[in-house]
C-alpha cells in the first residue's frame, strides 16, 4: 500500500521556524520526484518545493526561497522541508506528493498524496 504521511506542522508566530516530514512507503523511493504543496483557504494549491530522490536536484517557488530548505533522507525514505522566517502568508494546509517524472509536473499529474499537515503561523 502507497503511503505517504505528513507531520511537523503547528501553530508558531511570525520569524520562527518548523520543520515538515514526509515518510513515504509502498514505492520505490528513489525513483521519485517529491514534492510540497500548500493550499490556504479559498485559495488554489501550489506548489512549494520539490526535490528529485535520485539526483537531490531542489525547485522553491519564489516566495520561499531563501526560508525553506527541502532535503531527502533516502535511508529514511523521508522528505524535509525546513520553513525558517515563516509569514502569516504561509499558513496553509501542506501536503508532499511524489510523480515519478519531474519537479514541475501538473498538480493534477502526481501520482500519490499524503493527507497534509496543518502548518499557522501568528502575526
Known amino acids: 500500500e502507497v503511503q505517504l504521511v505528513e507531520s511537523g506542522g503547528g501553530l508558531v508566530q511570525a520569524g520562527g521556524s518548523l520543520r515538515l516530514s514526509c515518510a513515504a512507503s509502498g514505492f520505490t523511493f528513489d525513483d521519485y520526484f517529491i514534492g510540497w504543496f500548500r493550499q490556504a483557504p479559498g485559495k488554489e494549491r501550489e506548489a512549494v518545493s520539490c526535490?528529485?530522490?535520485?539526483?537531490?536536484?531542489?525547485y522553491y517557488t519564489d516566495s520561499v526561497k531563501g526560508r525553506f530548505t527541502i532535503s531527502s533522507d533516502n535511508a529514511k525514505n523521508t522528505v524535509y522541508l525546513q520553513m525558517n522566517s515563516l509569514k502569516p502568508e504561509d499558513t496553509a494546509v501542506y501536503y508532499c506528493?511524489?510523480?515519478?517524472?519531474?519537479?514541475?509536473?501538473?498538480?493534477?499529474?502526481?501520482?500519490?498524496w499524503g493527507q497534509g499537515t496543518q502548518v499557522t503561523v501568528s502575526s
Open positions: 506528493a511524489a510523480n515519478l517524472y519531474y519537479c514541475g509536473r501538473p498538480i493534477n499529474e502526481y501520482d500519490y
Open positions: 526535490i528529485s530522490s535520485s539526483d537531490g536536484s531542489t
